[in-house]
């Protein structure tokens, strides 16, 4: 009989685990604190990394492209539009940079759809209060929210920043507040070729980005107070984006009110505590929650669900007394792979924030543009390289 997989969150990191797990002959069941299973936020860019974890979970890339805007990161302008750094459009560069823009809503229901098909329960409507992880060569794992029990062989933490199943498998772990917070929508009409475009000013970065052939979503992340509030958040983006460039002043102008959102950035600190312990493990912001500022957050997301699906035994082995030492083993390796990696984007997206959104006014913002502008693009698409080349593990 295949053994039980149990995977609390069901947003992108959860689903993408339970796809993966599935279709490997496990049986997974998907807790999901919201009543309704859905994605909240507006859109993002998926890195070709990003892609590359899809296809090494079954998925047609087709089918990710289908529901997006194909596209590439053509580089950062200053507030006023002027621009600091282009990306080449063509070549080998422009495969380092290339994007597909997607609402996180149908990359969700995409998911969804996926784990279902590949046999995945999900129930909504389920807050889990305690984890216990077992022994990855022994006792079995459990779940409890309330009065209900889940018995699992495996149990994947992808609930999030805030995660119940972090607080067990690494105790003391907690996010803290960025002082950022990111305004995102989703704005009716293209902007251009759809392109990736960042600008940046002091405490502050703005980007769009086409998700479709007539929509652009875009974001506006600011240095903001913790526990702000604002009676409107579109007027608040509208004034503090009203002396940038027409292309920011105008999209946000386009954006029905309602359609704007914000959301506090919290990440949490590089550890050298490991991602799994007995029989839990944890995924996407649950392990890794990083500052937005190379936008890897889907990405690394979806990468751990590959490499979690690709190392760990065949569901209908796993209960054999060989491949219980073998999910122990697969689990330690997982760590192995997955830590250290996003421990360097953690460490990369902080450097991007600190030369980028995060610098403040005057004279540092002239030097950081001029010493930017020297950068040759080429330069800038080797860094790219590094971290879109991902490839799942053997």
Do not use: K
């Amino acid at each position: 009989m295949a053994e039980a997989v149990v995977v609390v969150g069901g947003g992108i990191a959860g689903l993408a685990s339970a796809v993966g797990l599935a279709r490997r002959g496990w049986h997974v069941t998907v807790l999901e604190r919201a009543r309704v299973v859905r994605e909240l936020g507006a859109g993002f860019a998926l890195s070709r990394n990003g892609l590359a974890a899809a296809i090494a979970l079954g998925i047609d890339p087709e089918r990710v492209r289908a529901i997006g805007h194909p596209t590439w990161a053509s580089g950062t302008w200053d507030l006023h539009g002027r621009e600091i750094l282009r990306l080449p459009g063509s070549g080998p560069a422009r495969t380092a940079t290339a994007l597909v823009g997607l609402h996180r809503a149908r990359l969700h229901a995409l998911l969804l759809e996926a784990a279902r098909e590949a046999g995945a329960t999900v129930t909504p409507g389920v807050v889990v209060d305690r984890v216990e992880t077992g022994d990855a060569r022994g006792a079995r794992a459990s779940v409890r929210a309330g009065e209900r029990t889940w018995t699992a062989d495996l149990v994947v933490g992808a609930d999030g920043v805030r995660s119940t199943v972090r607080g067990v498998v690494q105790p003391g772990r907690d996010a803290g507040y960025s002082g950022y917070s990111s305004w995102r929508a989703i704005a009716p009409g293209a902007v251009g070729e759809g392109e990736l475009r960042q600008y940046w000013g002091p405490h502050a970065e703005f980007g769009h980005l086409g998700t479709g052939a007539e929509e652009t979503y875009w974001y506006g992340y600011v240095r903001t107070a913790a526990g702000a509030r604002f009676s409107s958040e579109h007027a608040a983006a509208t004034r503090r984006f009203t002396t940038w460039a027409e292309p920011v002043r105008d999209l946000v102008a386009a954006t029905p009110a309602e359609a704007v959102i914000r959301h506090d950035v919290d990440a949490l600190p590089v550890t050298d505590q490991p991602y799994a312990l007995g029989r839990a493990v944890l995924v996407g912001d649950a392990a890794h929650a990083m500052l937005p500022t190379m936008g890897q957050g889907v990405a690394t997301a979806i990468e751990d669900a590959a490499t979690l699906t690709l190392l760990v035994p065949d569901g209908e082995a796993a209960g054999s007394r060989g491949p219980r030492a073998a999910l122990a083993e697969a689990l330690a390796r997982y760590d192995d792979v997955r830590r250290p990696r996003c421990a360097a984007m953690s460490r990369m997206s902080a450097a991007s924030g600190a030369i980028g959104a995060h610098l403040g006014p005057g004279r540092r913002q002239r030097v950081r543009n001029a010493v930017m502008g020297a950068v040759p693009p080429g330069l800038t698409s080797r860094g790219a390289e590094s971290v879109t080349s991902w490839e799942p593990p053997a």
